[in-house]
Nanobody
Framework: QVQLVESGGGLVPAGTSLRLSCAASGRTFSSNAMGWFRQAPGKERELVAGIGSGGRTYYADSVKGRFTISRDNAKNTVYLQMNSLKPEDTAVYYC??????????????????WGQGTQVTVSS
């Protein structure tokens, strides 16, 4: 059974950093693109960062220059380094596995496996 488990969320002041981790089990995903989504209260789910099998990355405009996505295929784990956090970053963050390989898509329907989410709260 495939499982994705996010960790690293918390309550932090604006301007600080967090590093989220997503550990996968049940299958290796080195050949799959991976993504980090977030959903804030009253808002729709959005892709904030993605990484393809060859290392190609995508970032939403709102996080570009502040967030960095990376992966460690030996550990079957994907990370999201979040710097200079803003209150607008407050959301539940989810990792997901795409059916695509090298390219990153923003379309939710092309992500087949999801973690349970981890809460990130940024205070002002």
């Amino acid at each position: 059974q495939v499982q994705l488990v996010e960790s690293g969320g918390g309550l932090v002041p604006a301007g600080t950093s967090l590093r989220l981790s997503c550990a996968a089990s049940g299958r290796t995903f080195s050949s799959n693109a991976m993504g980090w989504f977030r959903q804030a209260p009253g808002k729709e789910r959005e892709l904030v960062a993605g990484i393809g099998s060859g290392g190609r990355t995508y970032y939403a405009d709102s996080v570009k220059g502040r967030f960095t996505i990376s992966r460690d295929n030996a550990k079957n784990t994907v990370y999201l380094q979040m710097n200079s956090l803003k209150p607008e970053d407050t959301a539940v963050y989810y990792c997901a596995v795409s059916r695509l390989s090298a390219v990153v898509t923003t379309y939710v329907g092309l992500y087949d496996y999801w973690g349970q989410g981890t809460q990130v709260t940024v205070s002002s």
